[in-house]
């Protein structure tokens, strides 16, 4: 996991500053998801000092990408472990408000807080980057709340810094498209289940094996139990649809939806 590539200045001082902190908050509790933030925070935190990721696992989790944090943790070889968080059991998440993340990130760092004072870490750090100010992120407010550490905010590093330092270091995440969590399929207001979390995931498992890499499935509900499959492409990635359409209805259909649309707008991160 090296190269000699080169990075200006401003993001080699970005980086000192951001192993000075991961080295005077040792040992450190990493909440790893597998994701491209907090695969290069392990991966660093590791490097600089005794670190364990822990991975929250519910239903909102696919568990293509449990399998796959697993992996990278094992290939960056930093200790990880997998607790079972509960959110499914508080009914401010299951009710799907705008702040939703909020009680699903209170509820982690409620583990990770007992966690930590069981094993005497000293700190716990999340995967935020500099970027995220610009965006509403209700769980950076249980992050305060619980004095969790985001050491790539404070550092100043952008996602696109990032990325480019995960491909220094070899890490796969460093070109991976953005994976939240299976919730954020359905629509606000609508009641988070495991049943719609189940339907969300083997839908965009079915899209996924037609050969897709950018997309989203969402889930509308209907109180006849008829729910709808709202199906987003990335618009490089449209031209595709007309040759697999059919069978990337059919795959919906048997993942538990009673009918399918296409957006024609195609999918776009959120900016």
Known sequence: MNSS???????????????????????????YSGGVDSAYLLAVAHRTGPTLGVIADSPSLPRRALAAALDLARAIGSPVEVIRTQEMNDANYVGNPLNRCYFCKAELFTQLDRLARERGFA????????????????????????????????????????????????????DAPAQPCLSSRIPHGTPVTPEALAMVERGESSVRSLGFQIFRVRYLFSPEGKHRARVQIAPEEMAR??????????????????SVEIDPAGYRSPA
């Open 123 to 174: 700190a716990i750090a999340y995967g935020e980057n500099a970027d995220d100010a610009s965006h509403f992120r209700p769980g950076g407010k249980a992050a305060a709340e619980f004095s969790v550490l985001a050491p790539l905010k404070e550092a100043g590093l952008t996602k696109a810094e990032i990325r480019s330092l995960s491909r220094e270091l070899g890490l796969p995440t460093a």
């Open 5 to 31: 590539a080169a990075f200006s200045s401003e993001t080699t001082e970005k980086v000192r500053r951001l192993t000075a902190c991961l080295g005077a908050n040792a040992p450190l509790l990493i909440a």
């Open 241 to 258: 649809i007309p040759s697999v359409e059919k069978a990337l209805v059919s795959g919906l259909v048997a993942a538990g939806y009673a």
